[in-house]
């Protein structure tokens, strides 16, 4: 299956129990979860595929945008001096 362009796995390990797994990039994501339809794990795992990606978007984009920040605030207080 396939959720914003990351190919992922479920299978049922027996019933009421799901494994999973995905990965981003390099990074390879497996766990399990309770559910007692499919519909549900998929739901499930598609939700950790979202949180995922947000993380990964988060690491790559707020370091440059912080310091830049930053940058601006020091230029700023070493003019009033």
Do not use: C
């Not at 499919?38 to 912080?66: F, G, H, M």
């Amino acid at each position: 299956m396939q959720h914003k362009g990351i190919e992922y796995e479920i299978a049922m390990i027996e019933p009421g129990l799901w494994k999973w797994q995905f990965r981003i990039g390099a990074v390879i994501k497996s766990g399990q979860t309770k559910a007692s339809l499919e519909l549900l794990a998929d739901r499930r795992v598609r939700i950790t595929i979202n949180r995922e990606l947000r993380i990964a978007n988060r690491s790559v984009q707020r370091p440059k945008y912080r310091r830049a920040k930053l940058a601006q605030k020091v230029q700023r207080s070493e003019w009033q001096s």
